[in-house]
């Protein structure tokens, strides 16, 4: 079966950095769409990055870009978020997300639903 499993997660001082992996088993690695979300306490969830495997175009929230980075490595079917420049409003706990059978690139910065989830890892940004 589908697993995602998230790591990386913990606390830090705004302006720090801090890095997530999404390991992820059960399925090929192709045409699949990974993405990170994030729901912070009383807010609802909100998509913050998103990666194809077939490579092409990435996806991220406007309150990210410029310090959070998606990445990939498809041989070891893991997806990364490195975060940058960390804020107070970081904070939530973080979770990947995994949509097979995704076509392209585009289908998936457009996408909002996804089947499969991991646990969640918790991002504490201290000010």
């Known amino acids: 079966q589908v697993q995602l499993v998230e790591s990386g997660g913990g606390s830090v001082q705004a302006g720090g950095s801090l890095s997530l992996s999404c390991a992820a088993s059960?399925?090929?690695?192709?045409?699949?769409?990974m993405a990170w979300f994030r729901q912070a306490p009383g807010k609802e969830r909100e998509k913050v990055a998103s990666?194809?495997?077939?490579?092409?175009?990435?996806y991220y929230t406007d309150a990210v870009k410029g310090r959070f980075t998606i990445s990939q490595d498809n041989a070891k079917k893991t997806a990364y978020l490195l975060m940058n420049s960390l804020k107070h409003e970081d904070t939530a706990m973080y979770y990947c997300?995994?949509?097979?059978?995704?076509?392209?690139?585009?289908?998936?910065?457009?996408?909002?639903?996804?089947?499969?989830w991991g646990q969640g890892t918790q991002v504490t940004v201290s000010s």
């Open positions: 997300a995994a949509a097979l059978g995704t076509v392209d690139s585009i289908r998936c910065i457009r996408r909002a639903d996804f089947p499969y």
């Open positions: 059960g399925f090929t690695y192709s045409r699949v769409c």
């Open positions: 990666i194809y495997s077939g490579g092409g175009m990435t």
